[in-house]
Nanobody, 125 residues
Framework: QVQLVESGGGSVRAGGSLRLSCVIS????????ITWFRQVPGREREGVAD???????SYADSVKGRFAISKDDAKNTLYLQMNSLKPEDTAMYYC????????????????????WGQGTQVTVS
């Protein structure tokens, strides 16, 4: 059973920073691509940042230049460094593992993902 556990959310003022973490109990695939999503009530989850098995990163236009995704394979941990936060970044943030049969083309979609964490809330005021 693969488990993803996010942490690091909280409440910050606009312009502040947070770093989210996602600990993955085990990688289920030979090649693992991991994504940070976010969701606000009443809206679909949107992909925020993605890192593929080789470490290549990509971002939603709304966070380019402000957010940075990284991973530490030795610690089975994914990170999301969020800088210059805006009130519109307020959401529940989730990490998710994508099934390797999908290419991970933007916009990223939920059905391509097989494993999800429980989420961590980020509130920017």
């Amino acid at each position: 059973q693969v488990q993803l556990v996010e942490s690091g959310g909280g409440s910050v003022r606009a312009g502040g920073s947070l770093r989210l973490s996602c600990v993955i109990s085990a990688y289920p695939y030979s090649r693992n691509c991991i994504t940070w999503f976010r969701q606000v009530p009443g809206r679909e989850r949107e992909g925020v940042a993605d890192v593929d098995n080789d470490g290549k990163t990509s971002y939603a236009d709304s966070v380019k230049g402000r957010f940075a995704i990284s991973k530490d394979d030795a610690k089975n941990t994914l990170y999301l460094q969020m800088n210059s936060l805006k009130p519109e970044d307020t959401a529940m943030y989730y990490c998710a593992l994508r099934h390797p049969k999908y290419g991970g083309y933007w916009p990223l979609v939920e059905y391509e993902y097989t494993e999800w964490g429980q989420g961590t809330q980020v509130t920017v005021s």
